[in-house]
């Protein structure tokens, strides 16, 4: 459960303390989620903590937003304007998900299928005035990652938080 913004945030910085810096292939991480239920606020966590001083744009009009931070590359891409899949293959995206890299998405059900799949799954919901998050791991290496994460929340004394 997270109960405001600073939770929104926390989450993102754990996340971003159990990646690895340059996974390759890129680690893929779709944030699901209404409009408005803290997307791009995780994201912000994540960017804060690895350091990023500029402040975090949504790329919901721009579509992808690049940040690299002391060498490390960080996609973050938002669907939401995507009216049709196929606009994913004309985007020329292909290089955000070769290389080595984090890739967050925002929207990802508006480009299947055709976007590369996950490593883990982030599903945010309102509930009450906070928002409720659900991880998914999908690869093997999300699995590892998870793991931590929660190992990482259960070291911070975060409580209520279940697989
Ligand atoms: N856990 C939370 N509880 C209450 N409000 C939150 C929480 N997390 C984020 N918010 C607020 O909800 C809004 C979410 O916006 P944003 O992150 O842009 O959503 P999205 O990218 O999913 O559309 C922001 O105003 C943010 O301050
Ligand atoms: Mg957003």
Request: net charge negative; aromatic share 10%.
């Amino acid at each position: 459960m997270l109960a405001d913004v600073e939770a929104t945030v926390a989450l993102g910085a754990a996340l971003a303390s159990v990646l690895p810096p340059q996974p390759a292939p890129p680690a893929v991480i779709y944030l699901e989620g209404d409009l408005g239920a803290g997307k791009t606020t995780l994201v912000t966590g994540l960017l804060r903590k690895i350091n990023a001083s500029e402040p975090v744009k949504s790329p919901t009009y721009t579509l992808l937003e690049v940040h690299v931070i002391s060498g490390l590359h960080f996609y973050h891409l938002d669907f939401y304007r995507f009216s049709k899949p196929e606009e994913f293959l004309d985007a020329g995206l292909d290089d955000c998900f070769s290389g080595a890299g984090v890739c967050l998405v925002e929207w990802p059900e508006k480009a299947r299928p055709y976007l590369p799949g996950a490593d883990l799954v982030v599903r945010l919901a309102y509930e009450g005035g906070g928002r409720r998050a659900r991880i998914e791991a999908v690869s093997e290496r999300g699995w590892t990652w998870l793991s931590a994460l929660k190992a990482r929340l259960d070291a911070l004394g975060w409580r209520d938080c279940s697989a």
